[in-house]
């Protein structure tokens, strides 16, 4: 399986937003649609970071609108 967990990035560290996660889709306002592998969705405000794809983990730094 590919599915990864994403982390927001912040200036405290790392949290965990979502497991799972199969697609990220950036909208026009700058924020980030994650979907994960049930199907669930998450709007995110930030940034893609890196991935880490051998790790299975996705870094968003995140922003303030």
């Keep these: 399986m ?7 990035l912040t200036p405290e ?3 965990k937003i979502m497991d ?3 697609d990220i889709v950036p909208n ?3 924020s980030l649609t994650l979907s ?8 995110v405000q930030g940034k893609l970071k890196e991935v880490k794809l051998l790790n299975h983990k996705i ?3 995140g922003t303030t609108v």
């Design 2 to 8: 590919c599915e990864s967990s994403a982390y927001m």
């Design 20 to 22: 799972y996660v199969v």
């Design 36 to 43: 994960d592998l049930l199907g669930g969705t998450k709007i």
């Design 28 to 30: 026009d306002d700058g």
């Design 13 to 15: 560290g790392e949290t």
């Design 59 to 61: 870094i968003i730094e």
